[in-house]
C-alpha cells in the first residue's frame, strides 16, 4: 500500500493559510499486550482521504482552517527519552509558529513532553483525558516512562487533569486517587449521572490540552489498541463531549494516541480521523476561516 504523506490527502490543499499541525510522534517502547502502536499515526492518516472534507454536522469545510502535516519521523533507533525530547521541541515550536499541534501516537507517553511544552506557553493548562485506564501507576514493570505511567508523571509537574472513561486499573492506582480527593469520570459514573458532561466542562479552568487514548472508546467502534476493555464510551458520547468542551474552553493542543492498526478493523483509523477533523472543526468553528 502506497503511504499517504499528508492528513486529508490532497484535499488537504484546500486550505491554503496553515494554522493546525499534524504531528506523528510514532513511539512503542512500553507496549503491555498487543503491539503496533508505532504503525498507528501513518494509519490514522492514511485512512483520512476517505473522510468528507465537508462536516455533516458542522455543515462546513474545516479543512479551510488550513491543515499541514509534518513527514512522520522514524524513531526506531532512538532511546524513549531522546524521543520525548524530539516531541517537546516539536510541539514548542508548533506553538511558537502560531500552530495548533495536534499529536498522533504513538503510546501514551508521548502526550508528558507535548504537556511540558503546552505548560511553558499555558501555565495554567488543565489537561482532559479520554482513557479507559487512570495511568497512574508510579512505575509499570520497573519504567516510570511507561504509557501506563503517563498521569502520574503529569500529576508531578503539578497540571490539573480531569479523567474521562475510566472502566480499568489497580489497587494501589485507585487507593492514590481516594487520598488525593480526586473524582474521575469513570464509567460506572458517566451511565448514571447524566449531566456529566457538563460537569467536566465546570471542572475545567484554564486552557485545554485534550489527550485521547482510544482505549477509552468502546471497543465495538475502537478495536484497534493494545487493550481494548468493554464498556466505554460510543461515538455520540464522545463527540457531545468534545463540542461542549470546544464551545465552552480554549483547547490549545490535542493528542490521540495508543492506535493500532488490526487487520480486519480497518474502520477503527477511519473513526479516528473523523474524530480528530470533527474536534478540529469544534474547536476552530468559533473563528472565521
Ligand atoms: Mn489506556
Redesign the pocket.
Known amino acids: 500500500m502506497t503511504h499517504i504523506s499528508q492528513f486529508l490527502g490532497e484535499e488537504a490543499n484546500l486550505g491554503s493559510e496553515k494554522r493546525i499541525a499534524i504531528l506523528s510522534a510514532p513511539l512503542a517502547s512500553s507496549v503491555s499486550w498487543l503491539g503496533g502502536t508505532e504503525l498507528g499515526p501513518q494509519a490514522i492518516i492514511d485512512a483520512s482521504p476517505a473522510l468528507e472534507v465537508f462536516d455533516d454536522e458542522l455543515l462546513s469545510e474545516t479543512v479551510r482552517f488550513g491543515i499541514v502535516t509534518r513527514p512522520v519521523p522514524d524513531f526506531s533507533a532512538i532511546t524513549a527519552i531522546e524521543v520525548c525530547r524530539q516531541i517537546k521541541a516539536a510541539v514548542a515550536e508548533e506553538l511558537a509558529g502560531g500552530y495548533f499541534p495536534v499529536l498522533l501516537g504513538g503510546e501514551?507517553t508521548v502526550t508528558v513532553p507535548a504537556v511540558q511544552a503546552c505548560l511553558a506557553q499555558y501555565p495554567d493548562l488543565h489537561v482532559v483525558q479520554i482513557?479507559?485506564?487512570l495511568?497512574l501507576r508510579d512505575q509499570y514493570e520497573g519504567n516510570p516512562d511507561s504509557h501506563a505511567c503517563v498521569m502520574r508523571r503529569l500529576d508531578e509537574l503539578g497540571v490539573p487533569f480531569t479523567q474521562i472513561g475510566i472502566r480499568s486499573f489497580s489497587k494501589e492506582e485507585y487507593g492514590l486517587v481516594q487520598a488525593r480527593g480526586w473524582q474521575p469520570f469513570f464509567m460506572q459514573r458517566i451511565r448514571v449521572e447524566h449531566d456529566w458532561i457538563e460537569q467536566v466542562c465546570d471542572e475545567i479552568k484554564g486552557p485545554v490540552y485534550f489527550t485521547c487514548?482510544v482505549?477509552?472508546l468502546d471497543p465495538a467502534i475502537m478495536p484497534a489498541t493494545g487493550?481494548p476493555e468493554p464498556d466505554g464510551l460510543t461515538w455520540r458520547e464522545t463527540i457531545d463531549l468534545m463540542r461542549e468542551i470546544a464551545c465552552n474552553h480554549r483547547i490549545v493542543g490535542m493528542d490521540f494516541v495508543?492506535f493500532a492498526p488490526r487487520p480486519g478493523a480497518e474502520h477503527a483509523a477511519f473513526t479516528v480521523a473523523k474524530l480528530i477533523y470533527r474536534t478540529l472543526g469544534y474547536i476552530f468553528q468559533k473563528q472565521a476561516p
Open positions: 501514551h482513557d479507559a485506564h495511568d487514548d482505549d477509552g487493550t495508543e
